[in-house]
């Protein structure tokens, strides 16, 4: 079993089973499966997000693997990728309780505790009107440079998010933002993969998606070559050249997943 407690959990379950008592927790259901359930809950006046994992069963874990999928066991995954973020200074949630038992992976038991992260909003919802509305060119292109650093850093940190759209990308809004003073935290990281080295593929996946989410908010062929050079940290140059296969696929990619989604919307 493992089992991490902090405040104000650790006083708030002291000498009762936290597995029962996270079960217990009360407050706005945001996803109900029956492996997996997700809610915000107050304590003490302050918001946090609870994530809790049961056994998905070796059927279901069979099916994905099937589909060429890779299953979400627990709440592991997104507890070890928080950790390795925090380690190289990426920002992202702070877990306050953390827990596992069971060696089967079928039938396990885990949960993980975050802290809200607000005032925020997504980069999604910052950004819906922007084609309409532009924003100011510094603060766009201060936006780009920092989510290509999250992410290259992100992925030199040898972590891939396997969700990695724009609206996982929460701007703080406490203080007024500006292209000089602003925060960005990537969040919902329970898909996460956490090695030591990311491979090639994993990392082509969360830069499609990537794309993919940014296609309807206007951004320019410089927009992208901005976020390139942040992300690989090299010159363009360079960049146009070794990555040129990439960069092809990328497109591609982008615009298979866009035209997926308008044909998914006719239908609606």
Same mark, same amino acid.
């Given at each position: 079993?493992?089992?991490?407690?902090?405040?104000?959990?650790?006083?708030?379950?002291?000498?009762?089973?936290?597995?029962?008592?996270?079960?217990?927790?009360?407050?706005?259901?945001?996803?109900?499966?029956?492996?997996?359930?997700?809610?915000?809950?107050?304590?003490?006046?302050?918001?946090?997000?609870?994530?809790?994992?049961?056994?998905?069963?070796?059927?279901?874990?069979?099916?994905?693997?099937? $589909?060429?999928?890779?299953?979400?066991?627990?709440?592991?995954?997104?507890?070890?990728?928080?950790?390795?973020?925090?380690?190289?200074?990426?920002?992202?949630?702070?877990?306050?309780?953390?827990?596992?038992?069971?060696?089967?992976?079928?039938?396990?038991?885990?949960?993980?505790? $975050?802290?809200?992260?607000?005032?925020?909003?997504?980069?999604?919802?910052?950004?819906?009107?922007?084609?309409?509305?532009?924003?100011?060119?510094?603060?766009?292109?201060?936006?780009?440079?920092?989510?290509?650093?999250?992410?290259?850093?992100?992925?030199?940190?040898?972590?891939?998010?396997?969700?990695?759209?724009?609206?996982?990308?929460?701007?703080?809004?406490?203080?007024?933002? $500006?292209?000089?003073?602003?925060?960005?935290?990537?969040?919902?990281?329970?898909?996460?993969?956490?090695?030591?080295?990311?491979?090639?593929?994993?990392?082509?996946?969360?830069?499609?998606?990537?794309?993919?989410?940014?296609?309807?908010?206007?951004? $320019?062929?410089?927009?992208?070559?901005?976020?390139?050079?942040?992300?690989?940290?090299?010159?363009?140059?360079?960049?146009?050249?070794?990555?040129?296969?990439?960069?092809?696929?990328?497109?591609?990619?982008?615009?298979?997943?866009?035209?997926?989604?308008?044909?998914?919307?006719?239908?609606?």
């Amino acid at each position: 079993m493992k089992l991490m407690l902090a405040e104000p959990f650790k006083s708030l379950w002291a000498g009762r089973d936290p597995f029962a008592e996270v079960e217990g927790l009360q407050g706005e259901v945001y996803r109900e499966l029956e492996a997996r359930r997700t809610l915000r809950t107050e304590v003490n006046g302050n918001g946090f997000f609870v994530k809790i994992h049961r056994g998905i069963g070796w059927g279901e874990i069979f099916k994905n693997l099937l $589909t060429a999928k890779l299953p979400v066991l627990g709440a592991g995954q997104e507890w070890k990728a928080i950790q390795r973020l925090q380690e190289v200074g990426v920002p992202t949630m702070t877990a306050v309780a953390y827990g596992e038992k069971g060696s089967n992976p079928a039938d396990q038991h885990s949960f993980i505790v $975050t802290e809200e992260l607000a005032p925020t909003v997504s980069l999604e919802d910052f950004s819906i009107n922007w084609i309409k509305q532009p924003p100011e060119p510094k603060l766009k292109r201060a936006l780009i440079a920092e989510v290509a650093r999250m992410t290259g850093m992100m992925h030199r940190a040898g972590v891939n998010h396997r969700d990695c759209y724009i609206c996982h990308f929460l701007l703080h809004t406490d203080k007024p933002v $500006t292209p000089e003073d602003f925060k960005l935290s990537v969040i919902d990281l329970h898909r996460a993969q956490t090695r030591p080295q990311i491979t090639r593929r994993w990392r082509n996946k969360d830069l499609a998606a990537l794309y993919f989410s940014a296609l309807d908010i206007g951004l $320019t062929r410089r927009d992208k070559l901005r976020f390139l050079k942040g992300y690989f940290q090299q010159p363009l140059r360079q960049i146009l050249s070794e990555e040129a296969a990439l960069l092809s696929w990328l497109e591609g990619k982008a615009n298979k997943l866009y035209e997926r989604k308008q044909r998914y919307g006719d239908a609606l």
